[in-house]
């Protein structure tokens, strides 16, 4: 192959930093680049760019057709979103909501959603967008129910009667109900064309005018991984300062207008906060996905990536995976992803290198230039960006250095030889707590008021920091074996994974107090099927007993045993699961994440089973030894 080369694209911002070393042991990491200025209201940017650039497309999504497909794309200017957020911030102000009684987003990224987020936002009433796995895949609702008992909302938007069933369940007959089409049995809804159709008034202008960089602009809900999930408050300081964070970190977007084609969804911080707000801080166009990184989905993200051509782009692993196989046999999807798009980035989970370095072989093959492909680390609790990973030298697991205004405090949790060191951030980007709940926000902050995250990490060299950092696992998901032998279980998984593409989705890890490590896999039952060459219909138990896809197994449970040094990285047994996590039992989060703690918990006779050697089970997995 070729010398590698990199499409020129200017970075910045989190490419240098100074460490400060404390003698109680903790590291503070800062960029060495100033946060430059930034507004007082993230409502701001819309005046701007509805000023400058007034017919330019905003946000834009596919017509639904009658026979349920999608046709073109309707598109929404800067200055009619502008527009639109003065009539339905009137319309919210005239019916007395603020935090205390928000309004609550119930379905999917669409143009409504888009209207009504910035509306509130326009008129400092706070808003929370919520998973609509909570509505649309929960059978007991229980996660919908503790978020709606936490706001008390004056005002529940949805898009259509599919919500329907939720909405009877937790929504009180006093809060108003409004949907973009269709109607509920037995109760009043307000059509979303009402809130449109407000005139702006005086009273809708002065409450834009007491906005501040302090006034909530939305609850983003945690995903509840290890407890309930938990309300974090989103300032117009917070979604300001860290666009700015992110602006002079990839520096390119203040040179041309961003360009997004976008399926992450707005109840989570990577999709609405960093992507919209991405497009809107900078002028930029967003064309919402409607796909997503499943066999079912992935057609429709491709259909849009062969007409667009984004500028950047953002996905998840398995987005990025399904995207590179399919670029192997289609010409017109490379030639379209690669003419202008000035990087990649992934975001909520480990990227598998063969992936990486596939994106970057197409790319040379396609255009003569590789486009670099960074990362970074974030939570809903910072707005999300705190880091970032830009240089052409980032590989799969590194996180890089703090953004301009963040600082990055690394705190050892102990002094023995398999201890972590926890991560920690403080900025203007950071949370002031979470809502309604004094005790868990106290929790949260250090002395020094950094946020604790609970994540680990380290340096990738420690005799060169700027370098950077590499993430390294949840601190609450190791364990020791019962020799005393301790397990890092996020570098497990990752290379767990890694082994078991594409077959596997994740694995959780046994063995606290026991001899030797097992796993619980989570298959991913599709490509199980296209393994075994099965029907899409075919049941769980009768893919997983399929000849070809248990000699895939077997050949992993080898695999991972060879490849063990010792006790702690050394997989002795494994089960698949047939029955995939619960998302009502807290097994799985809305957004795919896996909470080991929970399956554990709710699964301990598989995991008895698993280590009773139980060699009959058709799911439990010994590997050849000799």
């Known amino acids: 192959m070729s010398e590698a080369i990199y499409r020129p694209t200017q970075v910045g911002g989190a490419l240098e930093a100074t460490l400060e070393v404390r003698p109680d042991g903790s590291r503070v990491l800062r960029s060495t680049e100033a946060l430059r200025w930034f507004p007082e209201r993230i409502t701001d940017a819309l005046v701007q760019w509805a000023e400058q650039a007034p017919d330019r497309t905003f946000v834009a999504r596919r017509e639904r057709l009658a026979d349920g497909s ?18 339905v911030g009137q319309a919210l102000t005239d019916r007395g909501l603020s935090a205390e009684r928000p309004v609550v987003i119930l379905s999917d990224n669409d143009l409504e959603h888009m209207s009504l987020a910035l509306g509130a936002m326009w008129a400092g009433i706070a808003y929370a967008p919520i998973s609509a796995a909570y509505s649309l895949v929960s059978q007991d609702f229980g996660k ?31 809060v108003e109900v409004v949907l973009t089409e269709g109607t509920l049995d037995g109760r009043a809804v307000t059509p979303f064309t009402t809130l449109l159709e407000t005139t702006p008034g005086a009273s809708g202008a002065a409450a834009h005018d007491a906005v501040g960089p302090d006034t909530i602009a939305k609850f983003l809900f945690t995903s509840g991984s290890t407890k309930q999930p938990k309300g974090v408050i989103n300032t117009h300081r917070m979604l300001c300062a860290n666009q700015q964070m992110i602006r002079q970190c990839l520096a390119f977007l203040a040179e041309q207008p961003p360009v997004l084609v976008d399926w992450l969804p707005w109840n989570h911080t990577f999709g609405g906060n960093h992507n919209v707000g991405i497009a809107l801080y900078n002028g930029g166009t967003l064309y919402i996905d409607e796909g997503k990184p499943t066999p079912a989905g992935i057609a429709e993200t491709l259909r849009n990536l062969r007409e667009i051509s984004p500028t950047v782009y953002f996905n998840v692993p398995k987005g990025y995976e ?259 996590p619960s998302i009502d039992k807290g097994e799985i989060t809305d957004k795919g994440s896996i909470n080991q703690r929970a399956v554990l918990q709710h699964r301990a006779a598989l995991v008895d089973a698993l280590y009773e050697g139980r060699e009959s089970d058709p799911f439990v997995i010994l590997p050849n030894k000799n």
């Open 322 to 580: 399904e995207i590179a196989t399919a670029m192997d046999s289609d010409a017109a999807l490379r030639e379209r992803l690669f003419e202008r798009v000035n990087l990649f980035m992934y975001a909520g989970a480990g990227l598998s290198q063969a992936i990486w370095d596939k994106l970057e072989a197409h790319g040379q093959a396609t255009v003569g230039e590789r486009v670099r492909m960074i990362t970074s680390l974030g939570m809903t609790e910072t707005a999300p960006a705190c880091v970032f990973a830009l240089g052409t030298d980032v590989r799969s697991g590194q996180i890089g250095l703090p953004a301009p205004g963040c600082e990055v405090k690394l705190v050892p949790t102990g002094d023995g030889p398999w201890d972590k060191v926890e991560v920690r951030f403080r900025g203007p980007h950071v949370m002031p707590g979470y809502w309604r709940a004094p005790e868990q926000t106290a929790e949260a902050f250090d002395a020094e008021g950094f946020y604790c995250t609970g994540d680990a990490v380290k340096f990738v060299d420690e005799a060169h920091p700027n370098r950077g950092l590499v993430f390294d696992g949840r601190i609450a998901e190791d364990f020791k074996l019962s020799t005393g032998t301790f397990v890092s279980v996020g570098p497990l998984r990752g290379r767990v994974v890694a082994a078991g593409d594409p077959c596997v989705q994740d694995a959780v890890v046994t063995g606290l107090n026991r001899d030797e490590l097992g796993l619980l896999l989570i298959p991913r039952l599709d490509e199980c099927r296209r393994l075994a060459g099965l029907p899409a219909s075919t049941p769980a138990p009768e893919v997983l007993h399929h000849p070809t896809v248990r000699a895939f197994f077997q050949a992993l449970a080898d695999k991972l045993w060879r490849a063990g040094t010792g006790s702690a990285n050394r997989v002795a047994r494994l089960h698949v699961l047939a029955e995939p």
């Open 70 to 87: 999608r046709g073109d794309w309707q598109r929404v200017s800067y200055r009619e979103m502008l527009q639109r957020a003065q009539s």
């Open 144 to 174: 919908l129910r503790h978020i709606l008992d936490t706001l008390k909302p004056g005002l529940v938007f949805a898009s259509g009667p599919a919500y329907g069933r939720a909405i009877a369940a937790c929504v009180g007959t006093d």
